[in-house]
């Protein structure tokens, strides 16, 4: 098959946050453009704590909403920069949450040490799997990782020595590092500070050569080979960090919530984990953790959707794939663009969803 | 082995998953897609007709009748609003296509729960006569039934693919696309059909299995993974090999957990997927002159 | 939106989910499925005016429990409405404020949050799973407000840690253990089979019944499936090679129970079969099985036709439901746990104190329930977390060949 600019790939030099369509993505990254997402970020992540205040049903929320971001953002490595849609992110997350239920269960360690151990188990799991399907792609690619998950779930269930079976692990001991146990404000606020970070980290990596590496590997794989990098390699580094930060979520949830059961993280989270990057917008990763807080607000705390939270979230999810393909961030920035641009930048390419943007190929370069 | 109950059942199971295989093979031939809400479909058709008849107080026939039609709208609705404008505006990005049938799974998926409610109801029986005695086992009505019409609809469809106009269509545009649209083959109406022929045998699978052990909203996925299966490990070589891809992912899921245990059947087919997509992607009968 | 087919497409989709947002919730199993329903205000003339008490309730009305969920919360309705009808409690009117929990035990804490911060509840049900309930008993010690589980019969929730706030009304499944034990000895039963399904309800209650079995009974075979698992030919082919002389299927009911009742029918027509209680609960299961497919099942039954607040129950109940309907225990347990709240809020004098509410619960002594055979009490107190006084509160019963409960098996019933 020829290169072709995915439409994914196609919005995503186009929609971060600022600047002209122009150049390989990569140069892009000037010292300006660094600091406002974050910041913004920051300003209404300290707005959304104020929000939650100490209510204890806001702050699962919160809480659900920073673990739905992180597994979200991991499925971003791999999805949206080298595009392979692994759908067992599921699995991954169910590792960081029964990681910190044995260890709380198991040993006298401190539960850090299962937020450690995590992410390292499934990276290495995700290698594994990524090795034995490297010659997958597409539906086949989907259809195996399905299975994989799904087989999981029943191991859960069937591993009664590891996982206490469908009962799952309770009673998890509360957080404590170096001998300071944080209350759940304090728990809320750190994992939003997390949650910052990594999605900070991932869009300057997204930047990085390697980012751009990886994107360019995506679209025309042949290039990356030319080089002198072995594709299979950056794939399988992709889906290990992806894995990893998937499952700081399972961490996160079990930490707080102090329990898991094998139906914590079903595949249902998987298809909301694909759906989150998009509803934010795919061009940055600032988009996933929109898209989380949208999925939780829709799904747990809107109430004229109570019962069809999921239904309007899934089509609306189709009509942003049709209509929207870039996302809330998108448009919200393409707005911003256009408003300190005058109307005629407005009438650019860039701002038609439908034709892939000049900064899609990035390929060309 | 000699558990002729078991044979039964693995029979029953595997007919099931032959039929959703030989839906994805339709679609896949005459649109070139797997269409993972094929599971869904069949789900909608069998929740669907349960609903129509306890809630609404439809009677069966009517409500079977008003089930199919809302499957093959899906079916229908799927091509034409999603699957083509996206493929149109990609290029036929295989990435953009797998994320929107995901999005339409799922929306298939929860719309049944909303509309349908979130309870596993029991399939309508379509047939009602003593069961049928083999040896010391017994063939339930709906188990024969679904034996029956299998073997019904894969006859069907392999005269209809040699014979008929639009099945000779569906071929020449499976074997090349791009020949055939350079020929001014009516491809977007084989495709159409293609979509709604392969949703009519899902509802038909979903009507007919529903009554084995009920169906919930949240059937169709299991539904998806094991009729995809069962076409990987068939092949598309010819349009028989779905069956036998389904009988055998249908035997595994009865023998196996009876000589290894009940959790076993997962991992073993998540096993013979890792093998056939690694080794055999194009399962046991393939056609050999494809370009 | 230059393109027409895009635009119409938009709207279409605009237009579904506008309908979707603002569609009737009631096609599913009543008011009970929604979020945050609220039922019982301003519906009757002679309601009590003032500020409301507010009970709030987990109902897993779409979860795997949802089957029998379903049937509790409908009766809890209905015995909110009484109260209100007959001016309250203290004079206040009471209003139900229900939340869906999806029998998911992670999800349970932030729904009884939920229930309690949002709703600000005074005292609260929790109609879920065993497991979920489990998962909210640090909420509620935390929280300091009582609950009462109404249909749980897992004993751990109501025993330490963390149970400060929360009750059980039947009998708790040591009690089963008791039953089932005196059953097998009279019917010279030596060898068990057991056939459960996996959700974590069962896993529950198979840790606290099998040890207990297994000290009068050799279990020779155990299998398992999934809860919507659509054959188990293969598990009961494994259970029919050990050739037991009875098996208990230990499910969570519904179409599991019935597809495993339907193949040990066809496998193993004659071994002797008991149940747990779902099956008997679950009126509109008994059809789903084949013709004659539940004949000579034994289950465990906590309703007694012949107790008069049963019968007294069932005619408030009728005229309520459907011509089909039956009732069951779920319905009285239901029921008796919305009055034995409304009697500790009595006695307690007010509402807004749920300490206060939680010691006059403690205090309750000798409730004549609306299920059990007739002399069948409640009663709780500091360390007596679990109401039923006795085995009385249950009784085995067998049904016929027209797959409905009949009579009380004559080989073994437990003593009162």
Redesign the interface.
């Known amino acids: 098959m020829t290169a072709v600019t995915p439409e994914v790939g196609g919005t995503a030099g186009g929609s971060s946050a600022g600047g002209p369509a122009a150049g390989p993505p990569g140069t892009r990254g000037t010292g300006v453009r660094v600091w406002p997402p974050l910041g913004l970020a920051a300003v209404v992540a300290a707005l959304l704590l104020v929000w939650v205040g100490s209510n204890g049903y806001r702050q699962d929320l919160g809480v659900l909403a920073a673990t739905y971001a992180l597994i979200a953002l991991g499925m971003y490595v791999p999805f949206v920069m080298a595009g392979s849609l692994s759908l067992a992110y599921s699995a991954y997350a169910g590792i960081g949450a029964y990681a910190v239920g044995i260890v709380s269960r198991d040993t006298g360690w401190p539960l850090w040490v299962g937020w450690l151990a995590a992410p390292l188990v499934s990276a290495a799991l995700a290698v594994v799997l990524g090795l034995a399907t490297r010659r997958l792609s597409g539906f086949y690619l989907g259809a195996v990782t399905l299975l994989f998950a799904t087989a999981f779930e029943t191991w859960l269930v069937d591993a009664d020595g590891i996982t206490d079976g469908s009962r799952g692990i309770g009673g998890i001991r509360n957080l404590s590092v170096f001998g300071w146990s944080p209350d759940r404000s304090q728990q809320l606020i750190m994992a939003t500070v997390l949650v910052l970070a990594v999605a900070f980290a991932l869009d300057r990596l997204r930047q990085s050569p390697w980012g751009v590496l990886v994107r360019t590997m995506r679209e025309v794989p042949a290039v990356v080979e030319a080089t002198g990098v072995r594709v299979p390699v950056l794939n399988l580094v992709a889906l290990g960090i992806g894995a990893g930060i998937a499952s700081l979520g399972g961490c996160l949830f079990a930490s707080f919530v102090r329990g898991v059961t094998p139906e914590t993280f079903t595949v249902n989270i998987v298809f909301l984990a694909i759906f989150m990057p998009l509803i934010g917008g795919v061009g940055t990763p600032w988009g996933a953790v929109v898209g989380a807080l949208v999925v939780v607000e829709l799904t747990l705390n809107f109430p004229a959707f109570s019962d069809s939270g999921t239904l309007v979230l899934s089509l609306g999810v189709l009509v942003i794939l049709l209509v929207a393909p870039r996302g809330l961030l998108g448009y919200l920035d393409a707005l911003r663009n256009r408003l300190a641009a005058g109307p005629l930048t407005g009438l650019l390419p860039r701002s038609s969803p439908g034709s892939s943007s000049p900064a899609g190929r990035s390929s060309d370069g | 082995m000699t558990d002729v109950q078991l044979w039964l059942s693995a029979a029953e199971v595997g007919c099931f998953f032959g039929l959703l295989a030989l839906a994805y093979l339709l679609i896949l031939e005459g649109a070139g897609f797997f269409n993972f809400a094929l599971g869904p479909y069949a789900m909608v058709a069998g929740l669907g007709t349960t609903w129509l008849v306890i809630e609404k107080e439809l009677s069966l026939w009517p409500a079977v009748a008003v089930a199919v039609l809302i499957v093959v709208a899906l079916a229908a609705v799927t091509e034409l609003l999603v699957v083509r404008p996206i493929e149109a505006r990609t290029g036929g990005n295989e990435l953009s296509a797998l994320v929107a049938v995901a999005a339409i799974l799922f929306a298939v998926e929860q719309g049944a729960g909303y509309v349908f409610g979130r309870r596993q109801l029991p399939g309508q029986l379509l047939v009602r006569f003593d069961p049928i005695e083999i040896g010391d086992a017994f063939l339930q009505p709906s188990a024969a039934l679904l034996l029956a019409v299998t073997v019904v609809v894969f006859v069907a469809v392999a005269a209809w693919l040699r014979l008929g106009g639009t099945g000779r269509l569906l071929r020449a545009i499976g074997d090349n696309k791009e020949a055939a649209a350079v020929l001014g083959l009516p491809v977007s109406r084989a495709r159409l059909t293609a979509f709604v022929i392969g949703g009519l045998v899902a509802a038909a699978a979903g009507l007919l299995y529903a009554p084995k052990a009920g169906v919930g909203f949240e059937s169709g996925l299991t539904w998806t993974l094991n009729g995809f299966l069962a076409l990987v490990v068939g092949g598309t070589g010819t349009v028989w090999a779905p069956l036998i891809g389904g009988l055998l992912v249908g035997g595994v899921q009865v023998f196996v957990p009876y000589y290894l245990g009940s959790a076993a059947p997962n991992y073993v087919i998540l096993g013979i997927a890792l093998v056939f997509f690694a080794f055999r992607p194009e399962g046991l009968f393939s056609r050999r002159i494809r370009t | 939106?230059?393109?027409p087919?895009?635009s119409l497409?938009?709207l279409?989709?605009?237009a579904?989910?506008v309908a979707?947002?603002?569609?009737g919730?009631d096609?599913?199993?009543g008011s009970g499925?929604?979020?945050?329903a609220e039922i019982g205000s301003g519906e009757t003339e002679n309601m009590p005016e003032g500020e409301p008490i507010i009970i709030g309730m987990d109902l897993d009305s779409?979860g795997p429990g949802?089957?029998y969920s379903?049937i509790a919360g409908q009766t809890i309705e209905d015995a909110v409405e009484q109260i209100n009808e007959d001016g309250g409690i203290l004079g206040r009117p009471v209003r139900l404020v229900t939340e869906n929990d999806e029998s998911?035990?992670?999800r349970t804490?932030?729904i009884v949050?939920?229930l309690?911060?949002?709703h600000d509840a005074d005292v609260l049900l929790l109609q879920s799973a065993g497991?979920a309930v489990?998962?909210a008993k640090?909420?509620l010690q935390e929280a300091g407000v009582p609950a009462i589980a109404p249909t749980s019969i897992s004993q751990s929730i109501a025993e330490p840690p963390d149970n400060d706030f929360i009750y059980v009304l039947a009998n708790p499944i040591s009690d089963f253990v008791e039953v089932y034990c005196g059953a097998f000895e009279a019917a010279d039963i030596e060898t068990l089979a057991i056939m459960s399904d996996?959700?974590?309800t069962?896993?529950?209650v198979n840790?606290l019944l099998l040890p207990g079995l297994n000290d009068c009974v050799d279990i020779v075979a155990q299998?398992?499936?999934d809860v919507?698992?659509?054959?188990v030919?293969?598990?009961i082919?494994?259970i029919a090679d050990e050739d037991p002389d009875a098996v208990l299927v230990s499910s969570v009911g519904?179409?599991f129970e019935?597809?495993a009742q339907n193949t040990l029918y066809?496998?193993m027509p004659d071994v002797t079969r008991f149940s747990l209680a779902s099956i008997g609960n679950q009126p509109e299961t008994w059809d789903?099985a084949?013709p004659g497919a539940l004949e000579g099942l034994i289950y465990m039954a906590s309703i007694d036709p012949s107790n008069p607040r049963t019968q007294e129950l069932e005619e408030f109940l009728e005229p309520r439901r459907d011509d089909d309907w039956q009732m069951t225990a779920y319905d009285a347990q239901a029921y008796d746990s919305v009055y034995l709240l409304r009697q500790a809020i009595e006695d307690a004098g007010t509402a807004d104190d749920p300490v206060a509410i939680n010691e006059a619960l403690q205090a309750i002594e000798g409730y004549e329930a609306h299920f059990g055979q007739e002399g069948f009490t409640i009663s709780y107190g500091p360390d007596k977390h679990i109401g039923s006084d006795g085995l009385c509160g249950l009784s085995l019963v067998q049904f016929d060949a027209d797959n409905r409960p009949s009579e009380p098996w004559d080989e073994y019933q437990p003593p009162c």
């Open positions: 939106m230059r393109n087919k895009r497409l938009a279409l989709i605009a579904s989910l979707a947002g603002c569609g919730d096609d599913d199993g499925d929604s979020d945050g779409t949802a089957s379903v998911d035990p992670t804490p932030s949050r939920r309690l911060d949002e497991a489990q998962q640090s909420v996996s959700s974590s069962i896993a529950g840790d299998e398992e499936a919507d698992a659509s054959d030919n293969a598990q082919a494994r519904g179409n019935v597809v066809q496998q789903l084949n």
